[in-house]
């Protein structure tokens, strides 16, 4: 028996050289090495078309982003982006950018989002030039990193439960 | 008192980083101030003792959007410095690895970001409810720009295959020619693209800018060329900075670029466009003329057009360079660093990008420069507001914000190089 092609991403989100923007690629980091059963990480700056082009024919999509929503930096949000839409303080708002939220919305629009796609978002604080997380946001790495193993071991168990 | 205040904060979300501010009295503009934070200032100090190698990758990482540019200005600085020069089929590969990259940007910046503008949608996802073949053409042509960053850049963003000298690894001509159906129907696509840009309504508006661009004697600029503007400036690229200055405004973190002489000036693809249209291919120009373009182009709202027309070019020009293509025997020329100082300016998609730096004996560098297209666009911007305000202050607030942001997006500002958030909001006092 061959194994399935993987079709699940899990993709950490932002830039490394923005303070706390870099957290998406903290958290799958940590997730390297680990055993994630069907899942290929995957990381992106933001670019929403490129995650449109990422998702592409996934089945499983779990997403890492840092946001500012006005709560406590350090707050985990999660959010089932196929039944919610994105509220609006996930975009990136820009005359330039289009972000994490708009690539949802636009592939709701046109009917092409993953069957599954979980958004975690994690309170940043500070997104001036730099390499270093605030505190209160690298404390919040070893939470996030729990919950998602979690996501995917649940997300393996219900496919090997569906196979039984 | 007949006075109003448009407003628009930049990194909304992001204390103190920036913004624009329109002051209005008496039917009159008497006060335009933009203002951005600028991370190529940080990315100057990190470059300082990283060996020259370093910094393709560590500026590609400055902008999302552009890291080919940030790749190619670094790279050609280090070889001006230490005397290389890359001809052959590296050469080409370098133009067809920015061809992706403008055609992947200028897709993303005319579908998914001003087009919306000019149809009167919010934005493209509003936009993609009522024209969804329209989108999914602007997302195949940007994907397709961006496969060719993957063939020839290791992968589609932040390529990681570039070196000073040429590249770690060269594709194989199978490789190259892989692409060649895509790039066919993704030429096609640019030309229906200029068909449907140009069935938009352009506003009339246009000054007396001084356009800026690189100017080669056998092609269409990317890497190599002068700097040419349309008012004689026409200089090696190494006098840049005895021709053009950073100026600090109180008002504002940024540097707004000047010319000495002549104060403002425009880069990006109208500057390209209208000091380079003979060397467009004859599609490219052909799409122009039947898109109602003539050789010259002063209006900024028809830059979406001239992008359009760009990207057939960046189709015609990987075509070819893919065609004539035969893989290099070494992907990369050897260099040797001294002490030197090295000056690198290439076109980026929004304009051109210029990188200077001074090397020590091991070739570590102890000073960087980096002046990205956006700063250099931010006089031209407020002065383009300015006029383009004072002549539509008979319009409501909702209106005259929408018209701001559209002028503003002709810039195509590079939001990754000079800020990261973008809000708009309209005062009247």
């Known amino acids: 028996m061959t194994a399935p092609r993987s079709s699940a991403l899990l993709i950490g989100v932002g830039n490394p050289f923005r303070s706390d923007d870099g957290v998406g690629g903290v958290v799958i980091r940590r997730l390297r090495g680990q055993n994630l059963p069907g899942f290929t990480i995957v990381e992106e700056t933001g670019d929403g078309a490129e995650l449109l082009e990422a998702w592409q024919g996934a089945s499983a999509v779990i997403l890492v982003d840092a946001v500012q929503s006005g709560v406590a930096p350090g707050t985990i949000h999660r959010l089932d982006a196929t039944t919610e839409k994105l509220p609006k303080w996930f975009s990136h708002c820009s005359t330039h950018a289009f972000g994490v939220a ?63 | 008192m007949n006075a109003k205040t448009i407003k628009v904060d930049f990194l909304a979300r992001v204390e ?77 590969l370098r133009r067809l690895l920015y061809c992706g990259e403008w055609i992947e940007s200028h897709a993303l910046h005319i579908y998914l970001l001003h087009a919306p503008d000019f149809l009167g949608y919010e934005d493209v996802i509003q936009m993609a409810k009522d024209h969804p073949e329209a989108v999914q053409r602007g997302l195949r042509l940007k994907k397709i720009g961006n496969q060719i960053m993957t063939v020839v850049g290791g992968r589609e963003i932040h390529p990681i295959n570039v070196r ?73 690229i ?140 931010l006089k031209a911007i407020e002065e383009d507001l300015s006029e383009f305000v004072s002549a539509r202050l008979h319009l409501p607030n909702d209106r005259l914000q929408w018209q701001c942001e559209q002028a503003i997006r002709n810039y195509d500002p590079c939001i990754s190089c000079a800020t990261h958030f973008l809000k708009l909001r309209v005062e009247r006092e």
Request: proline share 7%; aromatic share 10%; with cysteine.
């Open chain 2, 164 to 236: 000073v000298g040429g590249f770690y690894k060269a594709p194989s001509k199978q490789q190259l020619k892989g692409l060649t159906e895509d790039l066919k129907w993704a030429r096609d696509a640019a030309v229906e693209t200029c068909r449907w840009v140009s069935t938009f309504t352009f506003p009339d508006f246009q000054r007396d800018y001084e356009f800026v661009a690189l100017r080669h004697p056998d092609e269409y600029p990317l890497n190599e060329g002068r700097l040419v503007s349309s008012k004689g400036l026409d200089i090696p």
């Open chain 2, 16 to 92: 103190g980083e920036g913004g624009l501010f329109v002051r209005v009295r008496d039917q009159r503009v008497t006060e335009v101030k933009l203002n951005i934070f600028e991370p190529p200032r940080f990315f100057e100090a990190f470059l300082r003792g990283r060996k020259f190698s370093e910094a393709p990758d560590i500026t590609a990482r400055i902008c999302g959007i552009c890291p080919v540019a940030y790749q190619m200005s670094s790279c050609h600085a280090a070889e001006d410095a230490f005397g290389v020069h890359i001809e052959g089929p590296i050469r080409e």
């Open chain 2, 238 to 377: 190494q006098e840049y900075e005895q021709h053009f200055a950073e100026e600090h405004h109180k008002h504002s973190n940024a540097l707004h670029s000047a010319l000495l002489e002549r104060g403002s000036y425009f880069v990006g693809p109208l500057a390209r466009y209208n000091l380079n249209f003979d060397k467009l291919t004859p599609l490219a120009q052909k799409a122009a003329r039947t898109a109602g373009l003539t050789a010259t182009c002063r209006n900024p709202f028809q830059g979406i057009l001239v992008r359009a027309v760009e990207t057939v070019y960046a189709c015609d020009e990987a075509l070819r360079i893919i065609a004539h293509y035969e893989a290099p025997d070494k992907p990369y020329v050897e260099v040797t660093p001294r002490v030197s100082i090295g000056h690198g300016c290439t076109e980026a998609p929004r304009g051109i990008l210029y990188h200077r730096y001074r090397y020590d004996d091991r070739g570590l560098i102890s000073n960087a420069k980096i002046v990205p297209p956006t700063s250099q666009n």
């Open chain 1, 102 to 164: 708009e690539a949802i919305e636009l592939a709701r629009t046109l009917g092409e989002l993953p069957p599954s796609l979980v958004v975690y978002g994690i309170e940043g604080l500070d997104f001036s030039a730099g390499t270093l997380l605030s505190p209160e946001v690298a404390a919040s790495v070893p939470g996030v990193v729990s919950s998602i193993l979690a996501e995917i071991r649940g997300l393996a168990g219900l496919k090997s439960a569906r196979i039984a």
